[in-house]
Structure formats: C-alpha cells, structure tokens
C-alpha cells in the first residue's frame, strides 16, 4: 500500500494543490495528515473548507491547529511573548474563521497509531510527548530516542519543523519528518512531503519536493490585513529558519 503523508499546509492552497497533484501521479492510496492546517497563511478559509471536505484523509491536530481550537487571550499572549507576527495572524485568523472550524480542529486527534500491512505506525505532530517539540536534522540519537520513550510503533511519522530529516533508533524504530507543504524551512523553498510504500510488515520511505506558485501564495499571503504579513510572505519566497 502506497501512503501519502503530508504537514503544516499553514492555510497555503497553492502548495496543497501541487502537492496533491504529485500525490495522484504516485498513485497514491491514502493520505496521512499531521496538523498545522491553517494559522498565519495565505488562505485559511479556503483551505479549511477543502480539507474538511476530503474524506480519504487520516488527519491528526497540529499545535496551531489547537491554538486555533482555543483561541483567547492567552492564546494571544503566548504567542505575543514569543512569536508576535503570529499573535498578529491568529487574531486576523479568527475574523475569518467562525465556530465551526475551531470545533472541527478541536475534534482532530492529538495523534493515532495505526497498523498498515502489519506494520504498526504513529502519527504524531511534533513528538510523541508533545506536538511541540522538535525533531530536527543532526539531533544526538539518545535525544530522539528519549523522545519516543515508551512507543511500540515501528514507524513514526512528525511534522512542526517545517525540516524534513529521519533517524533509524537502536531499538529498531525509524523517526520521520515529513517536512511541510505549506511553509517549507529549507534552502529551496519547494512543497515538501513523504510517500511511504507498506508491504508484509516492512516500508520504504521518500521525501518528495514540489515546485508551486509560491509567487502568487506569497502575494495573496502579503495582502493579508495583519501586520507581519509581508513578513511571512517574503519567508514563502526566501526561508531562512523555523518560526513555529
């Protein structure tokens, strides 16, 4: 079985439909999900409203997705302290979205594990221990593996950082990160996702990189009535590090 596994669209259409372009050209059978749906992106709206209409999708809640879920003041101020042009996007985010996309991103699980061809995964945002820690590129393998402590999945599958990277752990369990579709954090700014192919308990797994009309995100992006939303287009068209 040929699974598709996307993360942090950030409400990037444009990217979202080239990458699931790509997905129907692998032929792809199903679609993993891990969060970041929507918050401080292009079009949160549009794209919410075409995800909540696919039905052959496993979607778990991102960390922003949650935020959005329980948007207040202390939403806002934990972000003010710690990422203010994102304090500025969710406030401009909640305008646009009424209760009915913040009870959908509640509902979405925090993580599922799953069995595919008798090989057992777990879908997780950040970590298993939280969907906001890292899983980064060169980390110490005691650091991963002290992360995913207790886990019994063969595979397990995260997004966050918006930096794809793997690790293979001494307990026989390989780490994924997936990337982004959305918000890529590398030096070619391409949609990135993974395609995984399950058999008889056994997976091959690939990071694939997309070229989208990040040009057009990035303008519809720096017409967004926040300020810092210049910012964050311009991060469409020249990434230079994480942000959340």
Not at 72 to 83: C, K, R, S
Request: net charge negative.
């Amino acid at each position: 079985m040929r699974v598709a596994i996307i993360s942090d669209i950030h409400a990037n259409l444009q990217a979202l439909e080239a990458v699931l372009n790509d997905i129907k050209e692998q032929e792809c059978e199903h679609i993993f999900c891990l969060g970041d749906l929507a918050l401080a992106g292009p079009q949160p709206k549009e794209t919410l409203d075409f995800i909540m209409a696919q039905e052959n999708w496993t979607i778990i809640q991102g960390n922003t997705d949650r935020m959005i879920a329980n948007y207040g003041p202390e939403v806002v101020d934990f972000l003010n302290a710690q990422y203010p042009v994102m304090a500025n996007a969710i406030e401009s985010d909640n305008q646009t979205l009424d209760d009915t996309y913040r009870a959908y991103l509640a509902n979405l699980p925090p993580q599922l594990s799953i069995e595919i061809e008798e090989c057992k995964i777990l879908l997780v945002h950040g970590s298993p221990r939280s969907n906001m820690e890292d899983i980064l590129p060169q980390m110490p393998l005691e650091a991963i593996e002290e992360m995913i402590y207790g886990t019994e999945e063969k595979l397990i599958l995260c997004g966050h950082t918006h930096i794809p990277c793997g690790y293979q752990t001494n307990t026989n369990q390989t780490v994924v990160n997936v990337g982004s579709v959305g918000r890529p954090m590398t030096e070619d700014p391409k949609a990135c996702y993974a395609i995984a192919d399950f058999q008889d308990g056994s997976f091959e797994i690939k990071h694939r990189f997309v070229k989208y009309d990040n040009k057009l995100a990035a303008q519809i992006m720096s017409q967004r009535d926040f300020m810092g939303s210049d910012r964050l287009a311009d991060l469409l068209l020249n990434p230079i590090a994480r942000h959340i």
